[in-house]
């Protein structure tokens, strides 16, 4: 047993705090070795006060210097990899391959190296130039963002090397990473990495500092402190909403991602055609990584007819035959059961699995339900409870005009999929129930699962309340999830010798994208 | 006397509210004839009831629509502009001209015809495609927008016309307008106006409907209800944090523009070069409008110098001579008194006026005061109070660390500006002092008043907590303004003929710009 060490202001410091946790193997039950305090306040604030005077120091870097880290960053996770993906294994109980090591590490490296670029070309930042006016603004630096990961991911959205890090980073701002309870040995180790890729970047020491632990109030104090520049959020509902109302009350931008169930509608002519081929597509899908993605599709909404009855069985047979996974914690399978319970209570009926077990740790038998229109509309609220994990609710509906009151009854979700035929029989349908769904989610889907989530320009991680907090804002995707990280900064008649290099009169460089006088250029101004 | 109808779903029709309130004309003091109703909150269901289905209507119309109601509006505006000066000048005392006639008026039609260009030509949607992914994404309508117009600017910020309002409509909207009880009758006048427009544009009759007054909470219920999309907020801070704290819990997003009172630094260089011109320009920015401005100069920072005590005569002079105008309120009045007694017991100086009086109607002196730097960094909170009027605070920094400090303790605000010398003296401090005002104002300006706020692209009329809700967004200038009131929608693998036009592989005109792999484009894709 050893007692780990916090990262504060450039160093690895034993915490002042008193209070220590184990993370456990889910595969096998036992706490690990390792002991991670639970910061106090006063450690926090030290953590706050150094990301301050890091901010401070970084707004005059030119942004290579970010680039630069980002990419010394993803090399040096590369060097380690075997080791990281050994110390996720065992902390998470995620698969080495593929997951972990053919999934999620490169993902995670190739986030950091598209922010890098995105922070050396530096378009990001929507610079506007009106010639006439001499008005100028950009996107910039918004000061310290707090980043929490979420216990699904601990690569890809680690507080320490994930997709709000990275964004965070490249748009030159300090981050003060909250690791997650589940994982605090490899998001340890990316922050030794990180501050290793600090020092030969020549950022300020404290650009990036690693707490495991805080104490629920104290994260409250944090992402409301009129030092923070804002704050990223990835994990369950009720503390996200917590941290929201602390960091709203503040003033302080607080990017959330929450909760989703994304709804997929399967229109009869897509059954008719290729049923099988879908019955195995989203049993793939839904029970990938044992169900615990953002994006798992825990909602099927059907059409009463015989093929629909087959596509069920096929699925329950499906689900049956599989594999149970193990799950990434002790809490999340008391969440899930719990969870499983209430959507019974609400009226859905087990088809397959309902209980915990069938598999290696904490682990429940993979689950599906089923509830017809009638009781999804009696109690749509209860019926849209996230059970994370390996379940699905399928939902039949009597006719069209239930699917779309169902659809009408959604909440926010990050996705939404729609199959239908390939021959256009479906196509009627498809425009009547397309502009309620759209409204509902913030990826909208044709013919393929949710689960996967391109780290695309134009992609949508993100969609209405309850899925996140605002609808206007993506978590994957760059450039756009960067400027969840900034503030608008206006020039309005600054000499040109004061301006920022990317405001000048001259462009900086040439693929250097601005809009000048409402036309996109890459050329100098006049 | 006579009771006035409020606008629901197309119509005109009796309130069925029991209370009533009137005008006030600020320039005799007395109330007009008209009445108008508090709206209880079954009329106010009924009107999101209504803009639900506006919404849902509007969605598969043509931006072309918009662009056509927002252009017909302000023709038809212009065509009554006569009875609106009368109308507005009668309500709020601001003068006919220049104020009225020659600067807020057509800056109000020339907002809704750049709102109408840019709905036109949807480039402000961001349209990203991914070709290799076949993802896509844009922002587009959110739903009903709710815009609650200050009581400062009946035109150019009004609830029915103003900037909030062309903005929400050219992102494809229904507004549902609370207007502004110091002038319900502009605001009625523009809804009357709007009302037709929607009829020669063919919108939905319920796309525009005006409340003029509800209870508190039930404007709490309005923010946070499902079938809103967002709202925008400009007024007094206590009554916007309230809103926003409603809107949040809902995860509903909130646009505010809340207070702000705008530092102007003058550098020892620029008072040595142009005293007299600088005295002059700060006091015709201060006292225009009666100081009625969100960018009102309301704090002016100086090093204590022999030129700065002149450049405070000179003020003071300034400030004694001129006529005193007529304030928007009673309301507005009683706020400034007790603003200015506020500062007074934190520790200011009365330099100039002081006390109420000195004009016609609601009126109070011009007001200069005083503090030393000492004296504000021992209560910065309470001397960065805004007085909204005709006042500005000098303060007095002893070196240049002192003025450093008190940049350091400035709260967030829309502007921030400094004087400098032409001849380069100022330089040096200038680059001391930048970097952390930067941080503190959306808008930073050079040797100019912040009063004057062009609508161009590249304007911020926006700043960090508590001048707004969000660093991010700006409510002045068009493309930036418009994205307030839009979600992000990503279509991924969706079939070419369901994606909305402007994300097909064509371009559906040669002047709309794309994001395409990465690229600014206003070709096909291919």
Redesign the interface.
Known sequence: MSKQLVLVDGKWIASTGTSFFRAVNPATCEQLADEYPLSPWEEIERVIDAADRAA?EA??LPSEVFAKFLERFADRIEARAAEFIAMANQETGLPVEPRLKVAELPRTTNQLRQAAAAARDGSWS?L???TK?N???R?SS??PVVVFGPNNFPFAFNSAAGGDFAAAVAAGNPVIAKGHSSHPGTTRMFAEEALEAVREAGLPPAFIQLVYRTAHEDGCRLVSHPKIGAAGYTGARATGLTL??AA??????IYLELSSINPVCILPGALSERSVEIATEFSTSCLMGTGQFCTNPGLVLLLDAPQTTEFVTAVKEKFDAAPVGTMLSEGVLRNFEAGVKSLVAAGAEVIAGGQPGGGKGFCHRNTLLKASGDQFLANPHALQDEAFGNESLFVIAKDEAQLIAILEALE?NL?GAVYSAHGGQDDAL??RI??TL??RV???????MPTGV?V?????H?G???A???????AVGIP?SI??F??????????QH?LPAELRDKNPHQNL?R?I????SQCDVG
């Open positions: 401070k707004r005059s929507e506007t130039i009106d006016n008005i100028r603004s996107l918004i000061g929201k109302a709203d009350r503040a003033g302080k931008p926010g996705t498809y425009s397309e502009p759209r409204t913030g990826r909208l889907i044709n013919d393929k391109a695309s320009p134009a992609m949508n993100g209405p309340f309850p996140t907090g605002h609808p206007g804002f993506t756009a400027r969840r900034a503030m608008l900064q206006c020039y309005d008649g600054v000499r004061r994208w809009l006088d409402g036309q996109w």
